[in-house]
């Protein structure tokens, strides 16, 4: 089979490396792609955006799988216009990808539904939306963007006033842009956080092994949020318990409640969990796998990625039978001094070989560029350092000892992923 993989970050070469195991993989491209996917697949030089482009590319290379990988394209239709050309394609339909793209909608689709997640009131009017945050008088109060916003348009404000100038920044300042026509002013939780990414065909829900993100920038858990810095499978708080709710209470309403919707949903469904004292609850959905969560998950899947894309574009998901590696898996990401601000990039990175890896490790790269034999940061998050191991604590030990051996000039990196909460 000839595949395509659109997108050109660590997720991206996570998803490329398992599908080379497959036997059915002959021929694989990404668009764009980066330095370290330069060493696993052709590259194609064309936008993530860009579907007329995308959709020719295809159709002139016989590709028989297209796998939309990032939100955007999602969002904007990619896998629609796959559709439209006869072409097979893995990834959620627009009107489906909307779960992810507009917290306003998937908050009232959760409320509809009766999916736990944390009150919520919406608004389109900043007047209206200060006055309610000076009447509840409550914080933490958590101040939401409705679109997309790279992972950054969620504010936690710790006092009214800041909630206050959240709302003035992203409704009157529009520092995400048209993101934040509309907001969500929630509820704050409390508990650990669980991601479990799901295959689904509209028709039946298979979880994925659980996985934990550490979203900040710094050490215990301080600095900005960033994309994610680093993650863990299995997440140690996710009990067998806890996934039976999430089965019975999440998983399986979220993908009734898009039937029902006339949305129905094929591809990755990401859950973002937070398990309160009152039970697991909602804190978002993503219409695509987690980044840097597809760098744990996947090394740890047994059964053939592209059997299952198959399956899920075939609506046969029920038929097939998805096997998992026991044990663990860490990944440590390197960033870019700077990140999640502004950071230098083209800076050379010592210590990897010719295929840009390590001993003892998988380094996923998410911005790198690939020139005359060296590598490149070109990016916030520069690699994500990986390894599996029979327990966390080896698996950590094994990507530290990697991450260790790697240099560039700015690097930083967490010291205390799979150790705290
Ligand atoms: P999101 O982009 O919606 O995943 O939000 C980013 C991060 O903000 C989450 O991973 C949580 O750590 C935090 N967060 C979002 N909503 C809430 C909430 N209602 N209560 C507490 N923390 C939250
Ligand atoms: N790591 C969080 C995300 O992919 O949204």
């Known amino acids: 089979m000839n595949i395509l993989m659109i997108g050109s970050g660590g997720r991206e070469h996570a998803l490329i490396k398992k599908l080379l195991e497959s036997p059915k993989c002959t021929k694989l491209y990404c668009a764009p792609g980066n330095g370290g996917i330069s060493r696993d697949a052709q590259l194609v030089d064309i936008d993530v955006m860009d579907k007329e482009n995308m959709v020719k590319f295809a159709k002139e290379n016989n590709i028989d799988l297209a796998f939309v990988a990032p939100d955007d394209p999602l969002a904007a239709g990619m896998v629609d216009a796959f559709d439209a050309a006869g072409i097979r394609a893995f990834g959620p339909n627009a009107n489906a990808a909307v779960i992810e793209a507009s917290k306003v909608f998937s908050k009232n689709l959760m409320k509809k539904y009766n999916i736990p997640t944390a009150k919520y009131e919406v608004f389109d009017n900043p007047h209206k939306a200060i006055e309610y945050i000076k009447a509840e008088n409550t914080t933490p109060v958590v101040v939401k963007a409705d679109g997309l916003a790279l992972g950054k348009g969620v504010i936690i404000a710790q006092t009214i006033d800041e909630a206050v100038d959240a709302v003035k920044s992203i409704m009157e300042d529009k520092k995400f842009g048209d993101s934040g026509n509309n907001i969500v002013i929630e509820e704050f939780l409390t508990g650990p956080e669980v991601s479990v990414l799901a ?197 950590l030990k094994k990507a530290y000892g990697a991450v260790d051996k790697i240099k560039f000039e700015g690097a930083h990196f967490r010291h205390d992923i799979g150790r705290i909460k």
């Open 199 to 395: 295959f689904t065909d509209g028709k039946c829900v298979k979880p994925m092994v659980s996985s934990k993100d550490h979203k900040r920038a710094y050490d215990n858990d301080e600095g900005l949020n960033t994309g994610g810095m680093g993650t863990v499978s299995p997440n140690p708080y996710y009990t067998d318990e806890i996934a039976e709710e999430c089965m019975n209470t999440i998983f399986k309403p979220t993908i009734e409640a898009m039937n029902k919707e006339g949305r129905p949903f094929k591809g990755c469904l990401y859950f973002g969990l937070m398990i309160t004292p009152d039970g697991p609850k909602v804190i978002e959905y993503n219409a695509r796998f987690g980044d840097p969560e597809a760098q744990v998950v996947l090394p740890r899947l047994k059964t053939d990625l592209v059997d299952i894309c198959e399956a899920v574009i075939d609506e046969k998901l029920s038929d097939i039978n998805i096997e998992w590696y026991d044990g663990a898996a860490a990944c440590v990401v390197m960033a870019s001094g700077g990140y999640p601000l502004s950071y230098k990039k083209g800076i050379e990175i010592f210590g990897l070989d010719e295929n840009g890896q390590v001993d003892g490790a998988t380094v996923y790269h998410a911005g790198t560029k690939y020139e005359n034999g060296k590598f490149y940061t070109n990016g916030g998050r520069v690699l994500g350092v990986t390894a599996t191991a029979p327990t966390l604590d080896e698996a």
